[in-house]
């Protein structure tokens, strides 16, 4: 029989995984046990693969375009910027709430957002003016955009910010989230695949244009940093009514109009659902009526009719306009479908409209599915493809809205648009007229762009870059970094726009500017900037004259008497800040 042997040690008692984590603890042994949220269990997910994205323009719009990333589980919204401090305590506030915490990075220079490399997206939501250099510096930081609506005030604009996200490869999403509303892709899809019929029109109504009183000077409160919110726009007293969407939009010193801010969302649906995507109107005319009084001076009705080649015409005019109302209308043959936010009816309600997601009807064509419009620019992120908006579509949908501009200001038919390729195989039409055409001024300043330069431009030059006026600007606005002795360069604001690429430190307008700028403490009104000698262009103005800038065909030529033009017909004029070697500060006179 053999015999069992019995240890002598002592059995230990019985150890909880408490008691055992304990003891772990204690000799630094613990095993690194971490919430399974951390890790993106239960559809979460975690913190290493969020997207951080930074807001720039936190009034109303972009508060509410935020409030739909915040919603978002793998968004981060880290950092806002504004130079109204109420909007900024608000948003502060709605991030506070979402997050349980005050950790967000506040900012009143848009420049130190773009400048901060853990943001990977922008939300760009300022008023229309500020639209292009922000987002423009935002792409050339590297980071996808999401861009309300407008793009630009100009063509030019549009395209200089549309060929920076081509060259970098980017996401864009534009601010036309109508394109991820079922209905409106149902009613087009209707349209498109011959459920109407043959198309004979498409009509679209938008509100008007906003009539507005006389804004009389008011003293800046502390809350606001107006020179910086006039920024790129000419120079206007404040008011606080001024900082009102709906009351900045139709001023044309911020705006192009209702034909444009809410214009763009239905014109966007009606090239959607008239399979014009690839091309654009070869015929645009148009007729409209301004205020004749008040600082909302933007277009205020209009009737606009877009012809195309092979396609129904669009037909666009304001609300109240008879024989139309808001939404879209597509007027088929044997029927007609029509949509609005949260509506869609059509003459055959029955037979239309049975089927929503047009999963049983024989629809060859079928358009973009997109079930949320910030889900899709998020998703777009992550699997390196084009948003449903992308800057194709806002370039042309922007695009209709400043044809329709002009062709109302010109009185006379555009014929052919400055549209861009979207494919190899889709030719550009012929610019709308010798010259191409301003929606700012009504003036014809478009044409084909030049092979593109560096882009941007490299090199230390550049980052010493500061801006000093703005788009149609009509005085000299100083940013100057004070560790710096500048001579003045002029340049078109299109090119200085790639210029635009760093500026780090700046000073508010209004403080001390360089020395041969400057008489006593005022900075010298835009027609008097003594400009040195050795730099002045061939093509500028005297000093005691406005200065007419033609580069690029940024601003209007001088009359045939060589007297430059009045200051109101300036469409633009942007002065560079350069450093120049040490020791070359020229005086001023």
């Given at each position: 029989m053999s015999t069992i042997h019995h240890s002598t040690r002592p059995r230990s008692p019985r150890r909880s995984r408490r008691t055992l984590l304990k003891t772990l603890l204690a000799a630094g042994l613990a095993p690194q046990f971490v919430s399974a949220r951390v890790f993106g269990a239960a559809g979460r997910t975690s913190p290493a693969n969020k997207i951080n994205v930074g807001v720039i323009g936190v009034g109303a719009q972009g508060t509410g375009d935020m409030r739909n990333f915040l919603s978002q589980d793998d968004v981060r919204v880290?950092?806002?910027?504004?130079?109204?401090?109420?909007?900024?305590?608000?948003?502060?506030?709605?991030?506070?709430?979402?997050?349980?915490?005050?950790?967000?990075?506040?900012?009143?220079?848009?420049?130190?957002?773009?400048?901060?490399?853990?943001?990977?997206?922008?939300?760009?939501?300022?008023?229309?003016?500020?639209?292009?250099?922000?987002?423009?510096?935002?792409?050339?930081?590297?980071?996808?955009?999401?861009?309300?609506?407008?793009?630009?005030?100009?063509?030019?604009?549009?395209?200089?910010?549309?060929?920076?996200?081509?060259?970098?490869?980017?996401?864009?999403?534009?601010?036309?989230?109508?394109?991820?509303d079922l209905k409106f892709r149902w009613a087009c899809e209707l349209a498109l695949n011959g459920r109407l019929g043959r198309i004979k029109e498409i009509q679209v109504c938008a509100p008007g244009g906003k009539p507005g009183p006389n804004y009389a000077a008011r003293p800046v409160p502390d809350y606001v940093d107006w020179e910086r919110w006039v920024g790129p726009a000419p120079a206007t007293p404040f008011h606080e009514d001024k900082l009102k969407r709906d009351n900045h939009e139709n001023m044309t010193?911020?705006?192009?109009?209702?034909?444009?801010?809410?214009?763009?969302?239905?014109?966007?649906?009606?090239?959607?659902?008239?399979?014009?995507?690839?091309?654009?109107?070869?015929?645009?005319?148009?007729?409209?009526?301004?205020?004749?009084?008040?600082?909302?001076?933007?277009?205020?009705?209009?009737?606009?009719?877009?012809?195309?080649?092979?396609?129904?015409?669009?037909?666009?005019?304001?609300?109240?306009?008879?024989?139309?109302?808001?939404?879209?209308?597509?007027?088929?043959?044997?029927?007609?479908?029509?949509?609005?936010?949260?509506?869609?009816?059509?003459?055959?309600?029955?037979?239309?409209?049975?089927?929503?997601?047009?999963?049983?009807?024989?629809?060859?064509?079928?358009?973009?599915?997109?079930?949320?419009?910030?889900?899709?620019?998020?998703?777009?992120?992550?699997?390196?493809?084009?948003?449903?908006?992308?800057?194709?579509?806002?370039?042309?949908?922007?695009?209709?809205?400043?044809?329709?501009?002009?062709?109302?200001?010109?009185?006379?038919?555009?014929?052919?648009?400055?549209?861009?390729?979207?494919?190899?195989?889709?030719?550009?039409?012929?610019?709308?007229?010798?010259?191409?055409?301003?929606?700012?001024?009504?003036?014809?300043?478009w044409r084909e762009p030049k092979p593109s330069r560096t882009f941007p431009p490299?090199?230390?030059?550049?980052?010493?870059?500061?801006?000093?006026?703005?788009?149609?600007?009509?005085?000299?606005?100083?940013?100057?970094?004070?560790?710096?002795?500048?001579?003045?360069?002029v340049l078109n604001p299109l090119d200085a726009l790639r210029l635009l690429v760093a500026g780090h430190s700046t000073r508010p307008a209004g403080l001390p500017v360089p020395r041969h700028l400057s008489r006593g403490s005022e900075p010298w009104p835009h027609d008097q900037v003594p400009y040195p000698p050795q730099l002045r262009p061939a093509f500028l103005g005297s000093p005691q004259h406005d200065v007419v800038a033609v580069d690029e065909g940024v601003g209007d030529r001088p009359a045939a008497d060589g007297r430059p033009l009045a200051s109101g017909r300036i469409p633009a004029l942007l002065v560079l800040a350069i450093a120049p070697p040490l020791g070359a500060h020229p005086e001023g006179p």
């Open positions: 880290t950092a806002i910027c504004d130079v109204n401090q109420r909007n900024l305590d608000r948003a502060r506030q709605a991030i506070s709430e979402a997050y349980g915490k005050d950790d967000v990075r506040v900012h009143t220079d848009f420049r130190e957002l773009n400048a901060d490399r853990s943001i990977d997206a922008v939300l760009m939501a300022l008023p229309v003016h500020w639209h292009s250099i922000p987002s423009l510096g935002a792409v050339l930081a590297g980071k996808h955009i999401f861009h309300e609506k407008p793009m630009a005030l100009s063509f030019e604009e549009g395209r200089r910010m549309h060929a920076a996200v081509k060259k970098t490869g980017l996401v864009f999403q534009f601010g036309t989230q109508q394109r991820s010193a911020f705006s192009l109009g209702m034909i444009s801010c809410w214009g763009i969302h239905h014109l966007d649906i009606a090239q959607w659902g008239n399979g014009a995507d690839a091309t654009g109107p070869r015929l645009v005319r148009g007729t409209g009526e301004f205020a004749a009084a008040g600082d909302h001076d933007a277009i205020q009705k209009w009737q606009v009719r877009y012809e195309y080649d092979g396609r129904p015409p669009i037909v666009f005019a304001q609300e109240g306009s008879p024989g139309f109302s808001h939404g879209i209308r597509f007027i088929g043959e044997s029927g007609w479908v029509h949509v609005r936010r949260g509506v869609i009816t059509a003459s055959d309600e029955a037979a239309l409209l049975r089927d929503p997601q047009n999963k049983y009807d024989t629809m060859p064509v079928k358009l973009r599915i997109s079930g949320n419009h910030t889900r899709d620019f998020l998703d777009a992120i992550r699997e390196k493809r084009r948003a449903i908006c992308d800057v194709d579509t806002a370039l042309r949908a922007d695009t209709l809205c400043q044809l329709g501009l002009i062709a109302v200001k010109r009185g006379r038919a555009c014929s052919g648009t400055p549209w861009p390729n979207a494919s190899p195989t889709t030719r550009a039409p012929t610019p709308c007229c010798s010259r191409g055409r301003s929606a700012a001024t009504g003036n014809c300043r490299r090199g230390p030059l550049f980052h010493e870059s500061f801006l000093l006026t703005g788009f149609r600007a009509r005085r000299i606005l100083i940013l100057e970094n004070s560790a710096l002795r500048h001579q003045l360069v």
